[in-house]
């Protein structure tokens, strides 16, 4: 298996521009979330979503969008690049909420200019 | 607003001796997790403690919780080389989205353990 997977690695965006990152998972998990780090910080959590067509906001939501039309995926969507989005996406699934641990894919680093 | 605090902030220390890292946290909780980074990669999940346990044991990991205090610790015994990384001390948290709440996790700053060969 390939746990969690997301797309792409590396991106670098222009302000205003706009992009979408893809997370994908293959343990059948209903839970999936959007993540971002900043230096010297935790996780914050931006969207996540309760099962597939669902989704809701986290604690940092503003200026991002997401979408989960089919289980396993979990997009993210920056539709107008601002420098303070520069960041390290991560995106995780889990079997339930509560006592369940996160599966981490690897991160995607942006960097807006 | 993040909800868990490790201490200390960074910790460095000769291989084979015993880190210690703790975490503190400001409400009440159903249960506490550590999570492992390595530089540059995802979080890998270490181990979870519920509210009614006080201690819990995994390989040469230790965690203690005291809800008492709102704090939680996590030993690593015997350390390595490999050990060198971020831990992250994760709690619950009640996010109240469309379609009813859901648990979701907040994470600490985290405590980067350097292991000197």
């Known amino acids: 298996n390939a746990g969690v997977t997301q797309t792409p690695k590396f991106r670098v965006l222009k302000t205003g521009q706009s992009m979408t990152l893809l997370c994908a998972q293959d343990m059948n998990h209903e839970y999936m979330y959007w993540y971002r780090q900043d230096p010297g910080m935790g996780l914050r959590l931006i969207h996540y979503s309760v099962g597939e067509g669902t989704t809701a906001k986290g604690e940092v939501p503003d200026g991002y969008n997401v979408s989960r039309l089919k289980k396993q995926n979990f997009l993210l969507g920056l539709e107008s690049a601002a420098p303070s989005q520069t960041s390290v996406y991560f995106c995780?699934?889990?079997?339930?909420?509560?006592?369940?641990?996160?599966?981490f894919g690897p991160g995607t680093r942006l960097t807006v200019t | 607003s993040q909800q868990g605090e490790e201490d200390p902030q960074a910790l460095s220390i000769q291989e084979g001796e015993n880190a210690t890292m703790n975490c503190s946290y400001k409400t009440s909780i159903n249960n506490l997790q550590w999570y492992r980074q390595n530089s540059g990669r995802g979080l890998v999940h270490l181990i979870l403690?519920?509210?009614?346990?006080r201690e819990k044991h995994s390989g040469r990991l230790r965690v203690t919780l005291d809800t008492s205090k709102k704090s939680s610790s996590l030993l690593i015994t015997a350390s390595r080389a490999a050990d060198t990384a971020s831990y992250f001390c994760?709690?619950?948290?009640?996010?109240?989205?469309?379609?009813?709440?859901?648990?979701?996790?907040?994470f600490g700053k985290g405590t980067h353990l350097i292991i000197q060969p």
């Open positions: 995780a699934s889990s079997y339930g909420a509560g006592p369940y641990e996160q599966y």
């Open positions: 403690i519920r509210s009614n346990e």
């Open positions: 994760a709690t619950d948290v009640l996010y109240m989205g469309s379609g009813g709440g859901a648990d979701g996790l907040t």
